[in-house]
Structures are given as structure tokens and as C-alpha cells.
């Protein structure tokens, strides 16, 4: 007699142990491992779904008290590699098996076919994010978030499935609908995303000398089922994406498949459409805007080897190929790879693992690649290709670096310095478009009193509000507590009240009043709140409809824009106050970035990047694109500062609302850190630099090593003594290494 253990699917993590269950003799020769079946479980008389991850022959047990599995869903099951990987992320990512199957899965394991309802998100996922942080702690968002975190981790799924499983009435989903956050729409089968008959095929390019040793080289390992991985290091235009196109190619044609993963989901679509021109209708999508029915047939599609190639963002990892021939992440070192919710995997990670798995080689690509990576391949242990010429000889841009400092000397305070005036009207007058670039929304930093220094705080967070003017109110980015905007101090009445800081909304305006006849756009997470607001903006500036496009970082990925000859970055300095390691890293490719928005058509570009610290590596390398200096710099720097990837950070971060319970939950993870391997150092328990977020008290405490895997040892010892489990309720801690964010 055989048993299948069975995950049960409800989303509390503490049911995260496999149940034992009876098979009824009708789906004996059905049920294999990976395969979803519907059970009872508990009291209630619905059944609940779960997940078979194996079976039991003999129990010690009395089996008469187990219950019986009802039936087996025909539509979906997944493979042991899958499986393996579900358990690899439980225990790498400090999670639930629940949440890390939720990861493996496609949103729709309904079995009943009944006429549906499908919700989804219209917004992309930094914008969702962005709405949740902001409304964090306000009551009233609270029920809204939930169902936009859902949304966020499972993609479009069935109404009735979200309401039982996020416990929200149907009038929160009807008022996300109002607010065009969400769509709520009858299933469409079978409905392809892309037409790629309509799309014209296009033949490979004889490739260059350079693409030819890196085409060899990956294909060498190709061939040979070689699990290596492979950097691929290319200015803008180098022709990468030919290289990767010719690799899918020679995989596609020896009958396996591969998976191409893009930094964002607005990137889809020009990517997919260059796919198609070459490999007709075996491209398919995966990402969190399709609908729940799209998602799952392409899914489905994938497993039954009807689709050859996936492109996708993050998520697209787990495309459920039974036999894959390489895996391409382009933009490496975009932070979107990684995770920003439980689990915190990163895409990087996830590939290496499958690639494994499937004998096959990772390529990473990327005009600036993260230092983590690039270390890697300097010291062998991935193969470094590079490619360093355009690949059809177009236009350098002309960049220059402007001195914030002497232009204050001068007596210009203001945010455009002559250079870059003078050259926003040469531009303008010409006809041709602008890009300005600032990363930081909303009007200004702060409102301040001159006389007695007052400062309006969120009392939710730790942080200062912003000041919004359109609204003429006070806005904390992190919860998005509100309060109206005051013209007299509230401590003491001066009615000297300044601004300080500038954000794009203070900077559209005074784009306006510099270059009256300029027609302006502004993109950032507050204007683009239309159904299709971001690629709404980025159309009419396509189309000309503007001629200066003012905006945060949301402007700068990759978009292709014919008639922007001038880029001006306003403040190049403000990711390098941050403290945080890779401070200098994230401004240099920031720059980079912006900067290579310019001239990419026939005509020169320009770039000026504005800043107090002209003399810092990240940004002169940057106006020079010369990333081998700044390696170089920077490899030094964490060498000397003890930082990845020289010795490894594990951050735990808890948080709580109670305090109390915090600080205890803290001392009970330093008992057992102490009481570890001696050779780690542990650092902490400490304040993160915002304290506070929604009035929950958060603590972080590291833990650094210079052997990775010890740190792994760490996770793996904390899962096991369960004080996850046990401070459940009111508590929450992540687990992460070298992170992003904290
Ligand atoms: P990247 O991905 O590095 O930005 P692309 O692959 O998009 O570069 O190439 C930039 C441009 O050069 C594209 O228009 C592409 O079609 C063209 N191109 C790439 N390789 C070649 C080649 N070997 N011969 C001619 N044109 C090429
Ligand atoms: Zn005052
Ligand atoms: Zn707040």
C-alpha cells in the first residue's frame, strides 16, 4: 500500500509539513509526484487543494484514522526538478515550502471549469510597489494592499480563489477597479499574447570578431552540456542581444529550450517582437501582467514543448522546460532580479541552480556588470567575454561633467547650470527632444521653519515628510500618511517657512518657466497613475508630442527614444549619499544608463550630468563609460572595507509593532547566533537606518563571514530551531545574504 504526502496549499506558513493521505484506487496509476490534488482537511467540508511531493510505503501508524484523497486535478502538475527547487529555495531563502511551491506554479491550479473571473493588475509591478509602500500603516489601504501584494506575488488570478484566500470583501476589489489598479475580466483561453505571424522575419548578422570567439565559446559549452557561466561584458549596442539571439537559435535547433530574462516588463515587448522576427511562434511570455488564462497556457505550453523560448522577467525563471539548452539574463546586474518580498530569491541564483539541473550554460550580459559578477569572472570562476565596439559605428556622446559648487560661486543657484541651459535651448531649437533626469519625486525633500528649525515627521515612520505642492500637502513616501501642508510653524508660529530639496514636480515647473515654449512631460510614480500611464508618456514623447521628458530612473531602462540628442542628469549625487555599500556602484551604472539615452539615432549626443562631487570615480568613469577603472576602483574600496564579494553579509532583519516583543525575539536569535561557528562575526542587533516603517519597529543584525557557505550553515541552523515559527504572530524576520535592500 502507498501513501502520498501532500502539502497542503493555505497560506499560513505554519503548515508548512507534508500531511499523509490514502489513495483511492481510481487514481493509483494517475498520482505521481509534482501532482495537484483536491483533499479534505480540517473541519470544513471544502476541500482544499494540494501539492503531492511523495509517497510513503509503510507507516508506523495507525492508518485508519487517515483521510482520503477526493480527487486529482487533470490540468497541472509540476516535475521533480521543480520540486527540488521548491525545497532548494525553503531552505536557501529562509521561507515556507508554501510560498516557495507559490514560486514554481502558474496562478491558476483551479480545477473546476466554470465561467470565471480573472483579476489582475494593470500597473507595472514598481508602481504597485511604490502604492503599497506609500500606504503602509493607513488604515483604510490596509485590505487594498493585501490584495495588491497577493497580486503581486501570484500574478492575475481567479476572483473567487483571492477572496477566499486574502479574506476581503468583493467592494475592496471593485474600488481597486475604480482606481485603475486592477482589471477584473472573464477568462479568455487560449489567447496569445503575441501575434507573431504578423511580425516580419528578419535574417541573423554575419557576426563580428568579437561576437564570433563569444557565439564559439557559449556554443562550445552548449554542445557539450557544459554547466558554465558566462559573462558577456558589451557596451550599449555591441551587438549582445545578436550574440544571444544566435545561441537560442543554435539550442532551438537541436530540439531543447531556453529561457531569456529581462530586466523589466515594459521591456517585453520590443524584445519579444525582435524573438519573433526570428523564431516565428515557438516565443512565448511569462510575466505578472498576463492574464491568469494567458499565464497558464503559456505555462502548459512550455511543459508540453510547444513553446521553445520564454522571455520574461524575474518570475520567467521557473518556466517548467523539461529540458533546457541555456539560460540569458540581460542587464545582470539590474536590481529587479532580485526578490523584494519572501522569498528573496535572486534570478541569478535560481538560473545557476536550474542550469545544473539541465547541463546547460548561464549567460549573463551587460554593459556594466555588477561587481559581484564581474569579480566572479576576473578570478575564474565565470568565463568573461567581451565585446567592445558598437556594432554599427553610431555616434559617441559628447558628456560633461558640471561642477554644482562654481556654479554656486558664480551666484547660479539654480537647478540648471549654464551648460546645461545653454544646451537645453540649442536642442529645443534645433527640434530635437530632452531627457532631464532627477531621482527624486514629488515637490520637495522637506518644509522647514527658518526660525526655529521645525520639521514636520511622519509619526508612523521614521522619516521626514515630503512636501507635495499640486496637493499642497505633506506625503510620507513609506506609508503614505498625509496631512495638509502648513504656512505656519506649528511650534512656533514664524510664518518664514522654507522648502528644501527638489523633486521632479518643483523641477517641471521651473522647466516651464526657463523654456516657456518647451512642451513638457513628467514621468514618476505620481503621474503615472492611467491605465497605461507609463507606456502612455513614453509613446507621445516617442511621438513628439513633447519636448523635454522630465523624470526618475523610470525614463532611463532601455528605452529607445530616435530624437533625444541631449540628456542632463540634474543630480548625479543623490544615490551616493546613500549608506549602503553599493552606493557607488548604483550611481555609476545609473549614469551610464541615462547617459546612453543620448544620440543613439544618427544624430550627436550629448549628456552633462550636474554634481557636488565631480572629483568621485562612480560619476567621472561614468561620463566616460570606462568601466574597467571603475572596477578597478572599486574592487580596491571593498577589499580594503571588508565587503562583498570579499567577505559576505547575512542580514536578519525582524520587525514587529511591539517593541517589546522585537527586542526579545532579537535576543533569542543572538542566543543561537552565538552559540555558532566562532570564525563568524556578528554584528548587531542594530537600528536600520529607518527605524520605523507603518509602525512597525524593525532591528537588523548581520552576520559576516568571508565563506559563503558557512553563512548558508547559518540560514540552514536558524530553520531548523523554528523561531520563525515560533514569533509567527506578531513578528517577522527575513533572512537575506549580501542584500539589496533593507
Ligand atoms: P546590444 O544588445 O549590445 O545593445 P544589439 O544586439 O541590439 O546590441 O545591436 C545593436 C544594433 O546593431 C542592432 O540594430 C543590431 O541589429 C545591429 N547588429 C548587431 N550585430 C550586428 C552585426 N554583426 N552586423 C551588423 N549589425 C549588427
Ligand atoms: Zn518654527
Ligand atoms: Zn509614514
Redesign the pocket.
Known sequence: MKYANVIIHINTSSLRKPFTYKIPDSIQDKIRIGSIVNIPFGHGKQLKKGYVIGFTNNLSFDVSRLKEIDSISEEISFDKELLDLAYFIEKRYFTSINRALACILPAKIDTKHKKRKYIGLIKDEAFIRDYIYERRGMKKYEKRSLVLEYLLEHGSVQVTRLLEEVNVSRTVLSGLEKSRLVDIVDDVSLRVPYDSSKIARTAM????DE?RVAIDSVSDAIRAERNEVFLLH??????????YLQLIEEVLASGKSAIFLIPEISLTHQTVKRAMSRFGDVVGVIHSKLSAGEKYDQWQMAKEGKLKLIIGPRSAIFTPFLNIGIIII?EEHETSYKSEHDPRYHAREIAIKRASYHNCPVLL?S?TPSVESYYKASTGKYHLLN?RQ???SGNLIDTEIVDMRKELKTGNKSIFSRSLKTAIEETLARGEQVILFLNARGYSRFLSCRDCGFVAKCPHCDVAYHYHKMANSLRCHYCDSEKRAFDKCPDCGSTRIRDFGTGTEKVEGLVADTFPSARILRMDVDTTSGKFGHDDILSAFERYEADILVGTQMVVKGHHFEGVTLVGVLSADLSLYISDFRSAERTFQLITQVVGRAGRADKKGRGIIQTYSPEHYSVKLAATEDYASFYRMEIAYRKMAAYPPFKHLLMFLLSSKDEMYLLRLCDRLMEHLNKGDDRLEILGPTKPSREKISDNYRRVIYVKSDNYNLLLGVIAYIKEVKIKEDYDKKAKILADINPIYI
Open positions: 548578422h554575419e557576426p563580428n561576437q558589451g557596451v550599449t549596442g555591441s551587438g549582445k542581444t545578436e550574440v540581460d550580459g554593459a565585446l558598437k556594432a554599427i
